[in-house]
């Protein structure tokens, strides 16, 4: 399976950005698929993610403000990013795990940079 992502760029401050993530070749089984991001000098950390068809996880630093959606035929997921902060700035990264038990696929990730 391969995670192609988009819809990063240069935003201000309370600004928004959709980031979108489309998965390709043999991706019929997704137990959960979802956005992980990396901030210069820090460890890739959870933003949100849909896990097993119903559930959703939101960092906390991002509840209220960002939305995961889904669409499962293709399958592909979707971050509306709102009220956008300079401490949101990272590389933003598509995850897809197709069972419980397997590691996380990447994507290549797109920045997202948010000035003040």
């Known amino acids: 399976v391969q995670l192609q992502a988009s819809g990063g760029g240069l935003v201000q401050a309370g600004g928004s950005l959709r980031l979108s993530c489309a998965a390709s070749?043999?991706?019929?089984?997704?137990?959960?698929m979802g956005w992980y991001r990396q901030a210069p000098g820090k460890s890739r950390e959870l933003a949100a993610v849909?896990?097993?068809?119903?559930?959703?996880e939101y960092a906390d630093s991002v509840k209220g403000r960002f939305t995961i959606s889904r669409d499962s035929a293709k399958p592909a997921v979707y971050l509306q990013m709102n009220s956008l902060k300079p401490e949101d700035t990272a590389v933003y990264y598509c995850?897809?795990?197709?069972?419980?038990?397997?590691?996380?696929?990447w994507g290549q990730g797109t920045l997202v940079t948010v000035s003040s």
């Open positions: 995850a897809l795990k197709r069972h419980w038990f397997d590691r996380n696929v």
């Open positions: 070749g043999s991706s019929s089984s997704v137990y959960a």
């Open positions: 849909w896990i097993n068809g119903s559930n959703t």
